[in-house]
């Protein structure tokens, strides 16, 4: 299965601790293509269906169902968690993600 930056894909969490995301869920890697090619691990932002407006989320709308990425949940997993890829973020989504990824951790 190919894993690209910015592709949403269902994702075990399982097992977690405390107020990590858990469950199975939507996530869109955030990790750059150069390393989802060459590690056994990705980076991603888990989604929710919570439309809770946080500085650290970004609003989607995919599958028709309106969600949040949780730039304030980023891990990093074992490509072996990833169950299916379900699309693809629009390039509007792209740029608020990385918007939201540069006001989050860069000065």
Do not use: W
Not at 76 to 90: A, E, H, S
Not at 93 to 104: A, G, V
């Amino acid at each position: 299965m190919e894993i690209n930056q910015y592709s949403i894909v269902l994702v075990n969490l399982d097992p977690t601790f405390g107020s990590e995301i858990k469950k199975n869920r939507p996530c869109v890697i955030i990790s750059p293509d150069v390393m989802n090619k060459h590690l056994d691990t990705i980076v991603l932002a888990p989604m929710t269906t919570n439309l809770k407006r946080y500085p650290t989320r970004v609003a989607v709308d995919h599958d028709g169902k309106k969600g949040m990425i949780m730039i304030d949940q980023i891990r990093t997993v074992d490509k072996k968690r990833v169950m299916q890829v379900l699309g693809m973020l629009t390039k509007s989504e792209i740029k608020n993600c990385k918007d939201i990824i540069k006001e989050t951790f860069v000065d």
